[in-house]
């Protein structure tokens, strides 16, 4: 199954002009610390903001003016004169729900026990609001000022030479490359780029790029002896022209039916999985490899216990063929 990318518009979400954006962080502020720890006082604004009490008082009150215009109608907070700060009531709703939805605050969680969120995004204001740890994978090498040059390939889409080590040939190899996206697997980060040298899209591990050139030509198409014999084949080399990053594929997936009853209620909960029997989640063509290993869905997992292997694919048939022709 293969979808297109729409535009949602939220119509609990309030507007605010462009040259607000200061004003909105306020308001995300506000929002933010009211959902996660249910209160919050002007000092809070002074402190995190540098700005004034009076300020903090006026951004106090245009938060009122956001959440009376907002659907369903509500209250959102009200201050309680023996704490002497503004509390959560009981029909809050997050004005601003994508960022103070569960998911970013599980991730700046995260971050926090890395000790790797930045003090302008950290809205906890340098404490943890609960006891948390992570576990994370052994970090991976990336230059930075190999780094910079891709980000000025892309922007410019501009191509440029790379030293690589290739996995499966065991040495470095030189490629000439058009890079148009970063994308991360779950595990490493890579880069998405056209390589002129196999005439193709390819992805190519960040951590094992020894040396990329500044970026100084264009990237032009791709022109080649077509391998039907056809003449020569030219292709364009930029991310609009590339099939398998823009063609998204949806993955139904299911749980194991080897499971026990009580193992598939407990995973129908886990995953949120409802009447259908199943969930889509949407990946990148590009990316489909990737995203079929890590949920172990390969032939090759079929081989372990039905424990290890929760979710199983509905329209397996279909994502194979689609492997493929990758």
């Known amino acids: 199954m293969v979808k297109k990318d729409v535009n949602v518009q939220k119509s609990d979400k309030p507007e605010m002009a462009p040259n607000k954006w200061s004003r909105r962080r306020r308001m995300e502020f506000i929002d933010f610390r009211l959902s996660v720890e249910g209160k ?23 938060y009122r003016e956001l959440v009376k215009n907002c659907k369903p109608s509500r209250e959102n907070l009200r201050y309680d004169v023996h704490k002497k700060l503004y509390v959560r009531t009981e029909d809050f709703k997050p004005v601003f729900p994508d960022e103070c939805s569960p998911d970013l605050f599980l991730e700046d969680l ?32 990336v230059d930075a000022k190999l780094l910079f040059n891709l980000i000025d390939a892309i922007n410019e889409h501009m191509a440029m030479h790379i030293v690589y080590m290739s996995l499966s040939q065991g040495k470095y190899m030189d490629y000439l490359i058009a890079p148009h996206s970063f994308a991360y697997d779950g595990y490493r980060w890579h880069i998405r780029a056209y390589c002129y040298d196999r ?17 100084k030509i264009m990237a032009p198409n791709d022109r080649f002896p077509d391998p039907l014999g056809n003449g020569f084949r030219e292709v364009g080399t930029d991310g609009a022209s590339d099939a398998d990053w823009n063609e998204k594929v949806v993955l139904k997936l299911k749980i194991n ?27 990148r063509k590009a990316l489909l490899f990737y995203a079929v290993r890590n949920l172990k869905l390969t032939e090759d997992y079929k081989k372990l216990p039905a424990i290890e292997r929760q979710l199983v694919l509905d329209n397996e048939k279909e994502i194979f063929s689609l492997l493929k022709t990758k």
């Open 40 to 62: 919050i006082n002007r000092s809070d604004l002074v402190n995190f903001f540098g700005i004034s009490v009076p300020q903090s008082s006026l951004d106090f009150s245009y």
């Open 199 to 215: 005439h193709e899209f390819r992805d190519y591990v960040l951590s094992r790029i020894k040396s990329a050139d500044t970026p």
């Open 110 to 141: 995260a971050l926090i026990a890395r000790d790797s969120l930045s003090d302008s995004r950290n809205f906890f204001n340098g404490r943890f609001p609960v006891a948390a740890s992570t576990l994370v994978p052994p970090k991976r090498r």
């Open 257 to 283: 039916p080897e499971l026990s009853d009580n193992e598939k209620n407990a995973l129908a909960l886990d995953y949120g999985i409802g009447k259908n029997g199943f969930i889509e989640h949407e990946v």
